[in-house]
Structures are given as C-alpha cells and as structure tokens.
C-alpha cells in the first residue's frame, strides 16, 4: 500500500477499497490492451474503439481480482474471521481479515477458495467463449477473461508465502506438525526464497531484452520477499510479548479532562504545550470517554471554541480499554484488529495509565537487548 485509499462501497458488508497505486496498473493494463492486444486480435478498428475495450477489459479484469478476494473474504467470514475491507492496489488485491486462523484446516480453506474462484472464473469465461463464435469483440474479451482468470488462479497456487499457495503450503506444514509457529517460519523461508528467484528471474530478463517485463517481475519478488519477511517479524514479536502483561508496558501517566472542557481550551493548554494525542475525559470523577487528537482535527477550526470534549469524545460504552493483568499479545492482536494505537488502561473506572504502540515497540526493545 502506497498512499491514500478510496472507499468503493461495500460488498457483503464488506467495504471494498482502492488505493491509489491502483491507477497506475490500470492504466498500464489499459494501455497494453489497447495497444497490443486487440491491435493484433482485430486490425483495421478505429483507435478510440481498442481504448474503449481496453478499459471495458481492464475493468473486467479487476473485477476478476475482485472475485477472488470476496472468495477469501467470504470463506473466512464463515468460519467466524472477521474481514475488515478488500483493497484494490498495485499488485493486485488484498483481504485485510481481522486476527489469526484458529485451525489448519480453516486457513488451508481460506487461502485456497481465491485460486479456486479464479480457476472456476477461467473455466467459465471459456466456456461463454466457445458459445460467443461470430461475435467478434465480445469473443475477444471472453478469451482475455478465461486466460486472466486462469492465470490469477495459477500464479497465486505458487507455493511462495505470503501467496495463496504458500498459505496453503503453510496450512499444510501446520495440520502436519501441529505447530502454527513452525509452520510459519518454514512456509515464510520458502516464501522469501521464491521472492528473491522472481527478483533474480526478473534481472535475468530485463538483461536478455525484455526489460519492463524482467523489472515487473523484479518488483513482485521484491514485494513478495518483504511481506514474507514481516509477516514472520510480526510472528516473532507476538512469540517475544507471549507471557507478559500490559502493567510492563504501559505509562503510569496519563492526561485527564473535564468534559466540559472546549476544544480551544484543549489545543492551546495540552495539545500545544505537551504533544498530547489522547485524554481520559472525566466527569464527578469518573471516566466518561476518550477523546483522541485525530477526533479533534475532524471538527472545523471555528467550532473549537464552542464544541466541548464530550461532544466529540468517544463515549466509554464504545470505547476500547485494557487492565493491568491482560496479556501484551492480545492487546496488540485487538490494536491490530481495530486499527487504533493505544488503549487506556481502566479498572473499577479510575484510570492507570495507557498502553500504545509505540510503549510496546520500547517494551520489545528494552526486552530483546537485556536478553543477548
Ligand atoms: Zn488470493
């Protein structure tokens, strides 16, 4: 992911995403289309006519990497994962799902039903192929449709982690040995492997001539080989956090308000003055909220005189706390799962002291030096 992400809508429930990498394979998609393939299916149509198909093409073919993802997405839905949006980008798409597979069979089925969407997809298009005879562009796009299809489904089964294939590999190991760790730094390995043959394969072409092709492959190994590698970091530090507890990691300290406190009041005594990101927010003194910088931004400059923290706090029945004694791993898999950065530490409503992302990240730092 590159840069901002554009809401599509949702499908399921689940909201569909582009990030704006995405224009860039577009258009190159387009333009291939356009400029290659139906010049040399069709020749004598006029130029507006191959770029209306190599759009409409395009199209059609995001929506097949579209298919795939609901297929992951929907799979493992049903088995009680919880699918936070699909995004669109560069190098295709990708399901953002909400923590760990708890089985190896739930993640064999999970990693296979894209490739298996995408090989039915294939299977399809090529059967409306044979029943489209005579129908000239529409023959074309069918064609196009069941080759990319058949690809998609293809490439993802190479056993290279993070690809389906590697999941699939992965699951595999992990139903063998019963041990999701092992499993994932087996199929991880293997996956960084394969990266750098795509990286080492693309070199090789881009020497031998065909240079946009050998510097695209390149690329794909390259991104291959880093999600690899991070997923593998991630599984490493949840093992590091295993066994500890928030109370090692959080900041006794905290910023509390009253609610009753204007925003203006807010930003010129403690977002200013001290860097503050987030505040308890009290009342008779009692926790009511948490009110986040980000929440305060969202309001326009002129109303910040007016509006009050527990206008624009979010309320303590939907917000997110921890205690003393919950586990590190699990804060961060639920930091992980709901995209925030820092979770109040709260018992009986007196508050203690936050936990955030960056706490942990010292708490992994401090651990990892005192242990060498
Ligand atoms: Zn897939």
Redesign the pocket.
Known sequence: MTGRVIPLGRIAGIPIRLDSSWFLIFALVTWTLAAGYYPAEFKGWPAWEYWVMGAATAVMFFVSVLL??LS?SLVARRFGTSVRSITLFIFGGVSQLGGGTTSATREFLIAAA??AASLLLAALFWVLESAAVGVAPALALLRYLAYINAMLGLF?LIPGFPL?GGRVFKAIVWGVTHDAHRALRVAGTVGRVIGYLFVLFGVWQMFGGNFVNGLWISFIGWFLENAAMSEMQGQAILEILTGHKVREAMRPDYTSVPADRTLQQLVDGHVLVHGQRSFLVERDGRVVGLLTLHGITRQPRPSWPTVRAEDVMIPRTKMRTTRRDADLRDVLEHMDRDGVNQLPVIENSHPLGMVSREDIIGFLRDHVVSHR
């Open positions: 795939h993802e992951h894209g490739p993802n389906d």
